[in-house]
Nanobody, 114 residues
Framework: QVQLVESGGGLVQAGGSLRLSCSAS????????MGWYRQTPGKQRELVAT???????NYADSVKGRFTISIDNAKNTVHLQMSSLKPEDTAVYFC????????WGQGTQVTVSS
């Protein structure tokens, strides 16, 4: 079973930056996907950004140009660099991993103050 370990998150002022990281506990043979979704109370979890192990990224329109996702296959780790943060980016961010099955991290809080 693959375990996901998230790091980063916290409180930042609007316009600031944060970096999220998520590491998977073991490697798999084949193309896999990692990334981040986010959720606020009363709303469905939504895509932030994902990236395949072949470095093909996919971004939500709301974060394009502000967030950058990258993957380090040697370390089974995905990074999300978040810049120009807005109060509406406030949410719990969940790491996502998919290789035939989907796995989720426990979530990390990101709070952007105005």
């Amino acid at each position: 079973q693959v375990q996901l370990v998230e790091s980063g998150g916290g409180l930042v002022q609007a316009g600031g930056s944060l970096r999220l990281s998520c590491s998977a506990s073991r490697r798999v043979l084949g193309t896999y996907t990692m990334g981040w979704y986010r959720q606020t109370p009363g709303k469905q979890r939504e895509l932030v950004a994902t990236i395949t192990s072949t470095s093909m990224p996919n971004y939500a329109d709301s974060v394009k140009g502000r967030f950058t996702i990258s993957i380090d296959n040697a370390k089974n780790t995905v990074h999300l660099q978040m810049s120009s943060l807005k109060p509406e980016d406030t949410a719990v961010y969940f790491c996502y991993w998919k290789f035939f099955v989907e796995l989720w991290g426990q979530g990390t809080q990101v709070t952007v103050s105005s």
